[in-house]
């Protein structure tokens, strides 16, 4: 299974999308030292707003790639209304 997720900065409020086939372990790398990524080291800790699950690699970076347009974006807004009620 692959995990396309949505991680909101708690220092900032920044989203950042990615796709992974360990969740857990993930945003664990987010968090700590071991982060690499430019745009996630500076701007943790990171917390789990949204996720979806796909049986294939493929179908996980196809949905990654959509998030990460204007539509997308707008999909993540009403999900994140629909969960939390905002």
Known sequence: MYY??????QKDS????GYTNNLE????EHNTI?????YTSNRGP???????VF???SKAIK?????KTGKGREYIKDK????FGV
């Open 4 to 9: 396309v997720y949505v991680l909101e900065s």
């Open 14 to 17: 920044k989203h950042y999308v």
């Open 25 to 28: 372990r993930r945003i664990f």
């Open 34 to 38: 071991c982060n690499r990524k430019k």
């Open 46 to 52: 990171w917390e789990l707003l949204l996720y979806d």
């Open 55 to 57: 049986p294939t690699k």
């Open 63 to 67: 949905h990654e790639r959509f998030l």
């Open 80 to 83: 994140i209304k629909k969960k």
